[in-house]
């Protein structure tokens, strides 16, 4: 090859190379130390054997550790009102939204040159000296019900402390589009750097002025673990249209192909048992709730990973502020999702979003079943006590009755009555319980009393013995424990009442101010929690077969343990309290809750749901060993008569002891007479 040939291939060579930087540090910011420092690393990585996955995942964590404190604030603003602020105003003016204004002290002057934002009736003016303060976020993210705009005229340091907070507290709505506008030379470390604190699903849409005096823009995207990242779009032109950026919305149809979840879970019978931890920390689950999460896998392309809470716990919202468990992971950025029967309630959705539910509930209460009441006292049974009191009193009386009829009879004819009062008491006796009477009087009157006593005592007899036979042969049981209202008469006769501890069902009690809600909550032991609140399922049905205790369940779960126990260990109540629904928790305002949503509704439909539901409640009772079914003779035991052997024993004792008392004083009558 020629040498003019080779001169004129490397003058086109480096001419083309020489616009490509030039074009390349036309869309770049410039370059401060850190900036600079980056660009060397990562050019020398890309040419070097490390890959350039490697070399961003460490230039970024470098950067994200090293530069932090080393934000600093311009010394003045360079922005004016017609740099961007003027189209973006007159893009708010056109829309249907509304927007909210925070500002810094160092712009003062340039909100100043925009009267018409300033003065439009759909602009909340708020000066906000940047020191992140959660009520004043709060106050901010609340100030509009629908869609709108927040635009945030800031200092770098502040932006990042703003959002920093935000993500501390949990500060998060969908509904509103974040508009930043930021100068100075750390502004692009700092847009790096936001990426920390920025959830899925957040909208937020960046201006960062460079020292060239033009504008480069930055769009959020999601990479496959669901960390958002700006992607840098290039210099912004006065002239280009904004309803492209500024009208960005959640896609429709979300797409989840390829990505990553972490999936916050906790351990719950049948419907999700751990298999095995993992060395990373993660574990191997199985289940109902693992195949809902499996197939919901397999129909958006996704993976995921199940983590424990490290309470343990589903969580929920605390009056401090405070979020636990599950809960308090998916609010936290700590994971994507969670599952494990998690109800949807009024405190959680201040937190987190929930799915459609895949599942619905109510709650009702779950007892020992009651026993067979003890024989021992069965002779009394069919009476109740004003009877046998009444019976009593009337046997009592007749006797004195009779006598004095035939007393004063005899009396008229000048004769001796043949018998006395103990007689007549004593045949009274004999007649009340069917055995006859021995009364030997020949006078109309005496043998018209005794004909209506007979005719009592039969009747009596009768019912008496009937009932008596019912009670023997149908076995009688406890007062069961059916309603909410039966509750307080549970406690007296010695139940405790309990719940899950941290569960929605202790905050769904807990929050009642009225009624037999309320009077629920009074119930439970709130001195030693340990008595009334269990950590898991299981403790608490073993409480419930081993001790008085009622446990206020899920109808679901109820349902499976009545059939691994059957139903003559565990009783029912037939009242259901309050329907729940249970979903996925996903982040706030995270668009992956509509596409999961979507999915679970077809899942619904298709019948897959039901049929996992009628699958967990074949497996306890395929498990659970057969019962006898033979039939057997009904006869007349040991524990039916044993009453009546009471009653023999009874009278043996009572004779005795007035057979002891007689000869008793028979010998100290016979000692005075030997004495005087």
């Known amino acids: 090859m020629s040498p003019l040939i080779i001169h004129v291939f490397h003058l086109f060579f480096f001419s083309s190379l020489f616009r490509f930087v030039l074009s390349f540090l036309e869309r770049m910011p410039p370059l ?27 230039l970024l964590l470098r950067v994200n550790q090293n530069t932090i404190g080393k934000i600093t604030s311009p010394s003045h603003s360079t922005i004016s009102a017609d740099d961007v602020m003027k189209p973006i105003t007159a893009f708010i003016k056109n829309s249907s939204r509304g927007v909210t204004l925070l500002y ?48 945030l005229l800031e200092t770098p340091a502040s932006v990042l402390n703003i959002f920093q907070t935000m993500r501390k507290k949990m500060l998060k709505t969908h509904l509103v589009t974040w508009l930043l506008i930021m100068e100075g030379s750390d502004a692009h470390v700092s847009v790096a750097r936001l990426e920390e604190f920025v959830n899925e699903g957040t909208q937020v849409i960046i201006f960062v002025k460079t020292s060239h005096g033009h504008f480069i823009h930055y769009l959020p995207s999601v990479d496959a673990y669901g960390i958002t990242r700006f992607t840098n779009e290039g210099r912004w032109e006065r002239a280009k249209e904004l309803k492209a950026i500024l009208s960005l919305e959640p896609q429709e149809t979300y797409d989840l192909s390829g990505r990553h979840f972490k999936v916050a879970i906790k351990e719950i019978v049948l419907v999700l048992k751990v298999r095995k931890t993992l060395p990373d920390g993660s574990v191997e689950i199985t289940g109902t709730d693992a195949s809902i999460m499996n197939d919901l896998g397999s129909a958006l392309n996704f ?37 494990s029967v998690m109800s949807i309630s009024d405190t959680r959705i201040r937190v987190v979003d929930f799915t459609a539910a895949y599942h619905s509930g109510r709650y ?58 103990q ?89 009642a101010t009225e009624g037999v809600l309320k009077q629920t909550w009074g119930l439970f032991n709130h001195e030693d929690r340990s008595k009334s609140f269990v950590d898991n ?95 057997k003779n009904i006869a007349i035991t040991l524990t039916h008569l044993q009453a009546a052997f009471y009653m023999l024993a009874l009278g043996i004792m009572i004779s005795t002891v007035a057979m002891l008392v007689e000869k008793v004083t028979f010998y100290v009558n016979l000692q005075k007479e030997i004495l005087f």
């Not at 993976?303 to 809470?309: G, L, Q």
């Not at 067979?372 to 006590?385: D, H, M, Q, R």
């Open 32 to 58: 401060t130390g850190n900036s600079l420092c980056a660009t060397l690393v990562f050019m020398i990585a890309s040419c070097g054997s490390w890959s350039p996955e490697f070399a961003s995942k460490q």
């Open 104 to 151: 810094g002290p160092e712009y003062e002057e340039v909100i100043n040159d925009l009267p018409e934002l300033v003065a439009a009736e759909f602009v909340v003016q708020m000066s906000f000296k940047s020191d992140g303060k959660s009520e004043t976020l709060r106050q901010m993210l609340t100030l509009s019900k629908k869609k709108s705009f927040l635009l």
């Open 303 to 339: 993976t995921y990973k199940a983590y424990i809470p490290r309470d343990n716990a589903w969580g929920d919202l605390m009056p401090d502020g405070n979020v636990t468990g599950i809960i308090g992971m998916v609010a936290k950025g700590e994971a994507n999702l969670g599952i």
């Open 364 to 421: 009702l209460l779950m007892s020992r079943s009651p026993k067979e009441k003890n024989k021992a006292l069965s002779i009394l049974s069919p009476f109740t006590l004003q009877i046998w009191v009444f019976l009593t009193s009337t046997a009592l009386l007749m006797g004195p009755v009779v006598y004095s009829i035939s007393f004063l009879l005899y009396k008229l004819v000048a004769a001796d009555v043949k018998m006395d009062l």
């Open 423 to 511: 007689w007549f008491q004593f045949n009274i006796f004999r007649s009340i319980v069917n055995q006859g009477s021995c009364i030997n009087d020949d006078s109309l009157q005496v043998r018209l009393v005794l004909l209506f006593w007979f005719f009592f005592c039969s009747i009596n007899a009768a019912l008496y013995s009937g009932m008596l036979t019912a009670v023997l042969a149908i076995p009688a049981y406890e007062t069961p424990i059916d309603s909410f209202e039966d509750l307080p008469r549970a406690v007296k006769d010695g139940f405790t009442v309990g719940t899950l501890g941290g569960s929605n069902y202790e905050s769904f009690f807990k929050a």
């Open 537 to 631: 399922v299981y403790t608490g049905v073993n409480r419930v077969l081993e001790e008085k205790f009622v446990f206020i369940i899920g109808d679901g779960f109820a349902r499976l343990f009545e059939i691994m126990h059957g139903k003559e260990k565990l009783h029912l109540g037939r009242e259901k309290l309050f329907p729940t629904y249970i979903g996925i928790v996903c982040q706030k305002g995270s668009p992956v809750t509509g596409a999961l949503s979507r999915a679970v509704l077809r899942m619904a439909d298709g019948g897959l749901l039901k049929k996992l539901t009628d699958d967990a409640y074949r497996i306890p009772a395929a498990n659970r060993p057969a019962q006898e079914t033979e039939t």
